[in-house]
């Protein structure tokens, strides 16, 4: 049966009774196939290109300005648009804006691959993120509309999350690999033969889903809003620490993003067909669970981004040994992932979170014990424990958030997942950097050396991320403990998506190895 150009919506209110004829089975797991190459091929992108971005410089006499904006530009328009992305997806079907989002990915990738000069890169990075964030949302939902049994959608997102985290234990490493014996082209170059293969993939066996409860009716002025909202306060939160954060146009942008959250809020109250539906917070467990997302986000992003700092400034590692350094963290997401699903049916989703979380806060404990002399091998331990923490967590965080959604709000509310992640690691990044920097300008003040003063603020930022952390275990287990009794009609059927988020989101920062000039050692001299 040929799938192209007919809407077979899938849907938990539409599933057939009969079972899955063999050609069926194949389908799915032709589906899958095509949802894990786009999660390879975005995650991949997330990692393999700031390990390049020396050769990027120097091939393209880049300012380092416009350095920065190689990397902030895709991820402006990915955090400003992926509110748009998921409502859209909700509307006009899955796979359709799964298959225009991985259009415009693919074809981006090509033009930052040819990219002569430092204006055409940037400006194809943020065509780049406006594919990624109408990709990203429907890529949750059409796994949820695909896969119907628990058990097999758990073993399909196993898979899923093993084809990420292979993404993430490659993107270092070949990024290296392709500065140091490739033109730096060929790290977007790379997305185009998996888009097309992805693609192709999508248009035979990928079934579109749109939830009949969904109205078709979009909120422009909600859209805009939220896209407003999200820009601004992406860009004051990027820019802010370059052009100092009482800069008329930083103090602007914040201005700008809190009037336009208010008139959002407003709307969104108001309107018949919300893009948002505010109610959707009411739900214990999905505030709790976005909650607790911001949290991790905040505090490990932010010190992350310091990590590989650490490794560098304090270590002397390679930009390549210091990625290969993050290897083994991506298996243990991977493998923690796999088994999280059992461990939640066993321990209930609440124990499971917060058992993750805490076991990232013995990992960042066991940094935070590290100095001048860590080896590769002492490092180990911490990793490991952050990532088996990361994979355990997050399955079971991202499906209690989304099993408390109505399936009809599926892609907005796998978008506001995603979208308070980008911005709170953002947030953290900044702020964790601020904690930083005082205590490094206190430690050079009192005598210390330019290295010394760095590891003393690098404990300190890992101080205030540990803290948050178990701050976090807390509110993971309170939130998402069971009701016992049901609190919803049990005519409105949820949704449910067992997701790896943490996959996207260490991404970000795996490959983050461009050492802001404020943090490089000064000679004593």
């Known amino acids: 049966m040929d799938l192209r150009g007919k809407d077979t919506a899938v849907s938990a209110s539409t599933v057939s009774a009969k079972p899955a004829t063999g050609r069926q089975e194949n389908r799915r797991w032709w589906a899958l ?75 981006s990738s090509l033009a930052a691959g040819l990219a002569a000069n430092g204006g055409v890169l940037i400006a194809s990075r943020a065509v780049q993120g406006i594919g990624a964030a109408l990709l990203m949302p429907a890529t949750l939902a059409i796994i949820v509309a695909t896969f119907k049994d628990v058990r097999e959608r758990n073993t399909a997102i196993g898979i899923w999350a093993a084809a990420g985290a292979l993404a993430l234990a490659l993107g270092p490493a070949l990024g290296g690999l392709i500065s140091q014996h490739l033109h730096w082209g060929w790290i977007f170059l790379i997305n185009v033969p998996v888009g097309v293969i992805t693609f192709a993939i999508s248009v035979l066996y990928v079934g579109e889903s749109r939830e009949p409860s969904a109205v078709r009716w979009l909120d422009v002025p909600g859209l805009v809003i939220s896209a407003v909202t999200l820009f601004a306060l992406t860009y004051a939160l990027i820019e802010g620490d370059v052009r100092g954060w009482t800069a008329p146009l930083i103090l602007g942008s914040f201005a700008l993003a809190a009037a336009a959250m208010v008139t959002f809020l407003a709307i ?32 490990i992003l932010g010190i992350y981004f310091f990590t590989s700092l650490y490794l560098q400034l304090t270590l002397g590692f390679s930009p390549v ?38 076991l990232m806060v013995v990992g960042l404990v066991l940094f935070a014990r590290l100095g001048l002399q860590a080896s590769y091998a002492s490092l180990l331990p911490g990793f490991m424990l952050f990532g088996a923490g990361a994979g355990l967590m997050n399955v079971p965080l991202t499906n209690a958030v989304m099993a408390a959604t109505p399936p009809a709000r599926a892609g907005i509310a796998s978008a506001l997942l995603n979208a308070s992640r980008e911005v709170a690691g953002l947030l953290g990044i900044t702020v964790i950097g601020a904690v930083l920097r005082t205590r490094q300008a206190a430690s050079l003040r009192a ?21 948050l952390m178990a701050a976090g275990v807390v509110v993971s287990y309170l939130t998402l403990r069971p009701r016992t009794a049901p609190a919803r009609l049990a005519s409105e059927p949820m949704a449910e998506v067992t997701a790896v988020s943490e996959i996207e989101a260490i991404g970000e920062s795996l490959g983050e190895l461009v050492i802001p000039e404020e943090f490089a050692p000064r000679s004593s001299a």
């Open 321 to 358: 040994k210091a990625g290969l350094a993050f290897v083994p963290m991506a298996l243990c997401v991977a493998v923690f992932a796999a088994i999280a699903p059992q461990v939640q049916a066993r321990a209930g989703a609440h124990r499971t979170v917060a058992f993750g979380m805490l």
């Open 447 to 467: 005598g210390a050396g330019p290295v010394h003063a760095f590891l003393d603020g690098y404990h300190t930022g890992l101080l205030v991320t540990i803290v």
């Open 33 to 107: 196939a095509a949802m894990s190459l786009a999660a390879f091929m975005t995650y991949l992108d997330n990692n393999i290109v700031n390990v390049a971005i020396p050769t990027i410089q120097r091939s393209l006499h880049l300012s380092v300005s416009g350095l920065e904006w190689v990397v902030s530009s895709y991820l402006l328009t990915l955090a400003g648009l992926l509110l748009v992305g998921g409502r859209l997806a909700d509307v006009y079907g899955r796979r359709r804006l799964f298959l225009l989002g991985l259009g415009v990915f693919t074809l």
């Open 268 to 299: 969104e109250s108001r309107s018949a067909h919300p893009m948002v539906d505010l109610t959707m917070f009411r739900s214990r467990e999905f505030s709790g669970g976005v909650g607790t997302m911001m949290i991790w986000a905040f505090g």
